[in-house]
Nanobody, 119 residues
Framework: EVQLVESGGGLVQPGGSLRLSCTAS????????MGWVRQAPGKGLEWVAR?????????FYADSVKGRFTISRDNTKNILYLEMNSLKTEDTAMYYC???????????RGQGTQVTVSS
């Protein structure tokens, strides 16, 4: 059974930083592309960042987070990370990690971790 457990969310002031983690189990983590999606109140799901498998580690970032967020993975620990810097109020959302299938189709995702950026 695929399990994805996110952690690291919280309340932070504008300009602050957070690091999200996602611990994966129940599948071969290193052979799957992974990503982070978010859902702000009243809005749909949005891809934030994606990272390829061990063969290329290619990355994708939404324009809204380029230069501020960094996605990475540790295939020895089966953990996906999202380093978030210079946070803005518009980054407030529930953040989910997800398996990425071909064509950037979202697969299984976790329960999410809330990020709130507010002064």
């Amino acid at each position: 059974e695929v399990q994805l457990v996110e952690s690291g969310g919280g309340l932070v002031q504008p300009g602050g930083s957070l690091r999200l983690s996602c611990t994966a189990s129940g599948f071969t983590f290193r052979t799957h592309a992974m990503g982070w999606v978010r859902q702000a109140p009243g809005k749909g799901l949005e891809w934030v960042a994606r990272i390829g498998t061990t063969s290329d580690f290619g990355t994708f970032y939404a324009d809204s987070v380029k230069g501020r967020f960094t996605i990475s993975r540790d295939n020895t620990k089966n953990i996906l990370y999202l380093e978030m810097n210079s946070l803005k109020t518009e980054d407030t959302a529930m953040y989910y990690c997800a398996i990425v299938h071909s064509g950037a189709v979202m697969g299984d995702r976790g329960q999410g971790t809330q990020v709130t950026v507010s002064s």
